[in-house]
């Protein structure tokens, strides 16, 4: 199930996720989007009412912070992206899982490395999905210069809703509880509830798995995205149900 963005500052409206929730529902991903992080304390709270497992895509929010925690630090377990264009970014694809919970830990490690626990021995279907040392080097490299790239990124950002104040652009506002460190900007005000089927050019997709279920969802360029809700609701929603993302 999706659920919409605010207006404000174009994350996840927490304050819809209670009645998105069905009985199928094992997790939530909330998605911080353009390097911000989404209201994460409120956020933790459903979850907790509703025995969820939280799991924060932080492919855009590297070095984010929510109330002085970082991001990726707050839910149950997080995912990084180290694709070149991201703040972190290796010279070819690369990522992390996060997590205090030794269980996702030991889970993340067998499925990057065919599903194995044991040297050739595979446990469960996984993937050939290892960081692989050039990336790494060049990765321990750049972490130093993260911080600087950040104060830029704001810099730049700062310029930019500057330069567009007044123009009728809805510009995305900082969270006051949250420092972003914009990865991305926009002022176009993204849609949530577009099927990914419609994204021509869908780029990634992010898959959790849990015992017995697995949750994906497709990333787009925004251009794809408001290609994709300037669209019929109708012709929608009659591709939804080829899409390929798995809902929960
Ligand atoms: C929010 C978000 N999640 C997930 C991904 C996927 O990251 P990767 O390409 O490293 O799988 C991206 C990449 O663009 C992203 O922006």
Request: proline fraction near 5%; hydrophobic fraction near 35%; charge should be positive.
């Amino acid at each position: 199930m999706f659920v919409d963005v605010r207006d404000s500052d174009f994350l996840m409206d927490v304050e819809q996720v209670e009645a998105a929730i069905t009985p199928r529902t094992t997790a939530i991903i909330p998605v911080p989007l353009y390097g911000q992080c989404v209201d994460l304390d409120p956020l933790m709270a459903v979850a907790q009412r509703h025995g969820l497992k939280v799991m924060e895509d932080c492919a855009q929010s590297q070095g984010a912070l929510y109330k002085n925690h970082q991001a990726g630090s707050v839910g149950h377990a997080a995912s990084f992206s180290f694709y070149p264009t991201k703040v972190l970014g290796a010279y070819g694809d690369g990522g992390m899982v996060m997590s205090n919970d030794e269980a996702v830990i030991r889970l993340a490690r067998s499925l990057r490395f065919f599903g194995m626990e044991s040297q050739y021995y595979s446990e469960r279907h996984g993937y050939n999905s290892r960081l692989d040392e050039v990336q790494a080097a060049i990765l321990s490299l750049k972490l130093p210069r993260v911080d600087g790239w950040i104060e830029r990124r704001r810099a730049i950002a700062a310029r930019y809703d500057q330069g567009l104040a007044g123009s009728g652009l809805t510009l995305p506002r900082e969270n006051p509880a949250a420092i972003p460190i914009t990865c991305t900007w926009s002022s176009i005000r993204p849609t949530a509830t577009a099927c990914c089927s419609d994204w021509p050019s869908a780029t990634s997709t992010a898959t959790f798995r849990t015992p017995g279920r697995s949750i994906s969802c497709a990333a787009a360029p925004i251009s794809d995205i408001t290609k994709a809700s300037s669209r019929s609701r109708n012709a929608r929603r009659n591709e939804f149900s080829r899409c390929r993302c798995t809902h929960i």
